[in-house]
């Protein structure tokens, strides 16, 4: 498919153009751990210096992993005067379903906490490809199960929890999300899935756009869906709608979804497909595409307008379905 990408922001490209490169035209899996490697170059403050003053409290647990598998880890920020049963957000971190950790996502989650008044819980799943599906989501949907049956231990109230995720953790929280519903497990009251991977079959017009352009350019996003399918992956073979939800034929009874992209990534036409297949089951779903961003701006450019547009967004819609 010949296509022309959409333009970068120009100040968002200058962003980009400062980033170290990671990635050719081809990939395989000898690659993952160079590319686990390059990842350590975007080093996670300790979450003590994260939190600094804040009225924060941290906790590492380990909690029940799914039937027959390793226990989970997760990290837990809960406001340290917690008076009344609080709002949920149960995170699931980013990585193209081959590295990353639950750390990396404590900044954004503790603002969130800050703002909210909520309790907010960050897992820590198997990675592929040593661990393919349904490892990751299994693991992430067994850690929300443990956060519902924790509830009142952790001062969360069931009925206002939201699953979360950046990239491949977005994909998983809206397979975590078709989970709750056909397994008829915790109640959510929505769904943030930012910039999310939800399409093993690569083939709109913005999954071509980026090949070779962006922080996650095609042939990384073909590595990740390979790590995690293995040949399954962009065939005509069945892929559970749980690891890739844009393969799901029912989309209605889900929570409220809200669902962010870029307009220069190749993420921006799965993303608003499936909010548009949302809204034709009848769901509540509410989409925004940041003109002239990258996949993961709000990451690599924190100071940008279009970063502080963003996050007042999330911030409105997550008090909106929380009823604050």
């Keep these: ?40 170059a975007f080093p996670t403050p300790p979450i003590a210096e994260v939190i600094g003053d804040r009225e924060i409290d941290a906790a590492e647990l380990t909690v029940p992993g799914p039937d027959g598998a390793p226990d989970l880890a997760v990290t837990v920020l ?16 980013g990585g193209g379903m081959i590295s990353g950790h639950r750390h990396q996502d404590v900044a954004r989650l503790a603002d969130l906490v800050e703002e909210l008044g909520a309790v907010a819980v960050s897992v820590e799943y198997r990675l592929a490809p040593e661990h393919p599906d349904p490892a990751p989501v299994e693991d992430c949907y067994a850690g929300l199960v443990w956060m519902a049956r924790a509830a009142a231990e952790l001062g969360v109230d069931p009925g206002r929890v939201v699953v979360m995720g ?18 008829d497990g915790p109640a959510l009251a929505g769904q943030l899935l930012l910039c999310p991977m939800l399409d093993d079959r690569n ?35 069945r892929v559970s709608p749980y690891a890739a939800p844009a393969r799901a034929g029912d989309l209605s009874n ?6 962010e992209a870029g307009s220069a990534e190749l993420f921006r036409d ?21 003109q002239g961003a990258f ?7 924190p100071d940008h307008e279009v970063t502080r547009a963003a996050l007042a967004t999330r911030l409105s819609w997550l008090r909106r379905v929380l009823d604050r």
């Design 78 to 93: 809960r406001p340290r005067r917690l008076t009344a049963p609080a709002p949920g957000l149960y995170n699931m971190h």
């Design 1 to 40: 498919m010949r296509v022309r990408p959409v333009p970068f922001d120009p100040t968002l490209s200058a962003v980009l153009d400062a980033l170290p490169r990671t990635t050719g035209p081809e990939l395989s899996l000898a690659d993952v751990p160079k590319l686990r490697e390059a990842a350590t």
């Design 295 to 301: 996949h993961g701006f709000d990451v690599f450019a």
């Design 254 to 259: 889900l929570p409220p979804a809200f669902v």
């Design 166 to 183: 950046g990239s491949a953790g977005g994909g998983l929280a809206a397979g975590v999300a078709l989970l709750a519903r056909d397994r």
């Design 203 to 237: 083939a709109t017009v913005s999954s071509h756009q980026y090949d070779g352009s962006g922080t996650w350019q095609r042939s990384m996003n073909l590595l990740g869906w390979r790590a995690l399918l293995g040949d399954r992956a962009g065939g005509t073979a």
């Design 270 to 290: 799965e993303d608003v497909a499936y909010a548009s297949r949302i809204w034709a089951a009848g769901g509540q779903a509410e989409l925004h595409i940041w």
